[in-house]
């Protein structure tokens, strides 16, 4: 089993940055990739960036491309998705999941991870 608890969610106006965080128990960590889901009012959960089980391959969804950045600390057990040049648009509650596939491609599929958090809430006010 593994538990992702979010954190660093807030309020923040309009051209802000927030650096979320997602910290994972569980002693497989390094070998799961990571990824940061959204999820707005009324609409369906989204994904946004994801990053492979050793670090070395990222990817965005394109709204987010050049204002977002994830990237994974193994020895912490711990995934960030660092926020530059927020919107309001970005507002929504952010998930943390994990996928239990080591040789994982569709990043972008919800259904490809087995654990999720239970989200922080970014919030964004023109």
């Known amino acids: 089993q593994v538990q992702l608890v979010e954190s660093g969610g807030g309020l923040v106006q309009a051209g802000g940055s927030l650096r979320l965080s997602c910290a994972a128990s569980?002693?497989?960590?390094?070998?799961?990739?990571m990824g940061w889901f959204r999820q707005a009012p009324g609409k369906e959960r989204e994904f946004v960036a994801a990053?492979?089980?050793?670090?070395?391959?990222?990817y965005y969804t394109d709204s987010v491309k050049g204002r977002f950045t994830i990237s994974r600390d193994n020895a912490k057990n711990t995934v960030y998705l660092q926020m530059h040049s927020l919107k309001p648009e970005d507002t929504a509650v952010y998930y943390c999941?994990?996928?239990?596939?080591?040789?994982?491609?569709?990043?972008?599929?919800?259904?490809?991870?087995?654990?999720w958090g239970r989200g922080t809430q970014v919030t964004v006010s023109s």
């Open positions: 569980g002693r497989s960590f390094s070998t799961y990739p």
């Open positions: 999941a994990a996928s239990i596939n080591r040789n994982l491609i569709d990043y972008d599929l919800a259904r490809q991870y087995a654990y």
């Open positions: 990053i492979s089980w050793r670090g070395g391959n990222t």
